[in-house]
């Protein structure tokens, strides 16, 4: 890269765990938003793997626009039914052609959907509660001009489709950023954001599940920090057919919420935790977090790529973040998701060799090759670099996007989680 473009500062800013104040979410794997980030993800992972397997390269796909709008659903303690069907709308674009070859883009699509909702939500029938809309189009966006005899010497014209194989070479892009925008990472976690993972994970982990099977999947957690003292909010899905009454409901709840305090107290006690659980409900109105699959995808709510967790699984509103959707890119040039998996590896790579918390801002140009972004930034935080530390840092960002091409492979992989 053109090392004009390189930054390496310190803010002088304090380390995150160093503030007064911080505030943190997490939503768990069945939160409506989480299961369209991972259902995203793992579509473009199935379908690049597909493509390496069949074709040897990837070819152009967009899956970041999926979408759940919920069904509905009618509980009672002990006992519930489904009444309408969850919807998940695919507005996506693939590549449906290799040459006179059609890509069964839509298989992939269910198959990778029922496997990963069947995992996540079992109670919920699939095959009776679950519409797949295909809202798939394959329109190349703006950028190609005809001439008045109506060609053109633009490749684009075939963005979705491989009419000869040599077309396949245009699908990388010429590893050139397909947008402009930024992308920003940091570490390490703060004990904050270390602890909403913990809780949601403990809560969803499949040990606890089956110690405590009337706990369902979409619980979110949300953390505030005041100096030493952490204040807890958790919802918590209970299963209606593994919750046979009110007196059960709250006896759980009760015990859910000293197992979750104690577990969060053994592990950070420095702070003055507080918890509170399932704060909407209110017995004279009927109001309880009750749920017949464990997720509210079930009756009403709704889901949509990139409104949930950041890349590293937490929301962190106290901290610098970029909004871009991760999951479903293209992982070989759309930066919002490649420069975002590079960002994160520096930053990782930088707290592990050279012991600094960073941030790392990664600013692309469309068209721009991806090993040159228009700028690179690493902001030190809590602490001056030295000289030496500012040369090892700049060889960890000029190493990262000079491997891009095997990070493209990780995320492929599954290697590279970013929800």
């Known amino acids: 890269m053109n090392k004009a473009n390189l930054l390496v500062y310190s803010s002088r800013t304090p380390s995150i765990d160093d503030t007064e104040f911080e505030v943190v979410e997490r939503k768990g794997i069945g939160h409506p938003d989480t299961l369209c980030d991972i259902i995203a993800e793992k579509v473009s992972q199935a379908y690049s793997q597909y493509c390496l397997k069949r074709y040897g390269i990837i070819l152009r796909h967009m899956v970041d626009k999926i979408a759940l709008s919920g069904g509905s659903a009618k509980v009672k303690f002990g006992r519930g039914e489904m009444q309408k069907p969850i919807r998940l709308y695919l507005n996506c674009r693939f590549t449906r052609t290799w040459q006179q070859e059609n890509i069964p883009y839509l298989d992939i699509v269910k198959e990778t959907v029922y496997k990963h909702l069947g995992d996540v939500l079992p109670l919920l029938d699939l095959d009776q509660w679950l519409m797949i809309v ?136 420095q702070f003055n935790v507080t918890l509170s659980l399932n704060t909407r409900d209110n017995p004279s109105k009927s109001d309880y977090y009750l749920t017949l699959t464990g997720s509210a995808i079930e009756s009403g709510d709704e889901g949509v790529v990139g409104r949930g967790n950041r890349y ?107 929800f």
């Open 312 to 418: 590293n699984g937490v929301i962190p509103f106290t901290r610098h973040m970029s909004m871009e959707a991760c999951c479903g890119k293209n992982p070989v040039y759309h930066v919002g998701k490649l420069y975002t998996a590079i960002c994160s590896l520096i930053s990782d790579e930088i707290h592990r060799l050279v012991g600094l918390e960073t941030y790392v801002y990664l600013t692309s140009q469309m068209g721009r090759s991806l090993s040159d972004p228009w700028s690179a930034c690493v902001e030190v935080c809590g602490g001056d670099a030295t000289p030496i530390q500012h040369q090892m840092i700049e060889a960890i960002v000029e190493r990262n996007l000079a491997n891009a091409n095997e990070t493209t492979q990780k995320i492929v992989k599954g290697e590279l989680n970013l």
């Open 134 to 269: 295909d809202n798939t189009h394959f329109a190349p966006g703006p950028g190609i001009v005809y001439e008045d005899d109506g060609s053109t010497q633009n490749e684009r014209q075939f963005f979705f489709e491989i009419p000869q194989k040599e077309f396949a070479v245009f699908h990388d892009n010429s590893l050139r950023s397909n947008d402009t925008s930024t992308a920003v990472a940091y570490s390490p976690l703060s004990i904050t954001e270390k602890i909403v993972i913990l809780v949601e994970t403990t809560l969803n982990g499949k040990e606890f599940k089956k110690l405590h099977p009337y706990v369902g999947m979409d619980i979110k957690v949300m953390a505030r920090r005041i100096k030493k003292r952490m204040d807890i909010t958790v919802c918590i899905p209970f299963i209606a057919t593994h919750t046979p009454s009110k007196e059960f409901y709250f006896e759980k709840l009760r015990s859910l919420e000293d197992l979750i305090k104690q577990l969060v107290v053994s592990k950070f006690g």
